[in-house]
């Protein structure tokens, strides 16, 4: 399997091997693609749009994209944003 870091507070956690100068872009699509492995397991997809208009497609499976959020969605962070926001 794929390994994917979960970090659910990237003020107390950050990522440091990412550079100030690092290309930030906006979310714009989400999908699954049914057979996407080479084992017929679906695939998460996302696209994003980077700020000088280029696109950035990535990829993982769903069961690690689940997973994350299901991690994300019980995190201290999640619970704060419900209690306040839900």
């Known amino acids: 399997m794929i390994p994917l ?34 084992q017929g397991r679906p695939v998460f997809a996302l696209l994003v749009r980077l700020e000088d208009g280029s696109t950035v497609v990535v990829q993982t499976t769903w069961a690690l994209m689940s997973t994350a959020v299901r991690a994300l969605a019980a995190s201290p962070v999640a619970e704060l944003d419900r209690m306040e926001h839900g």
Do not use: F, H, K
């Not at 870091?5 to 003020?11: A, G, H, Q, W």
């Not at 107390?12 to 930030?24: F, G, I, Q």
């Open 5 to 38: 870091d979960i970090r659910p507070n990237l003020e107390l956690n950050p990522w440091d091997d990412v550079s100030r100068e690092t290309a930030v872009g906006r979310l714009e699509r989400v999908g699954l693609l049914p057979n996407g492995t080479s």
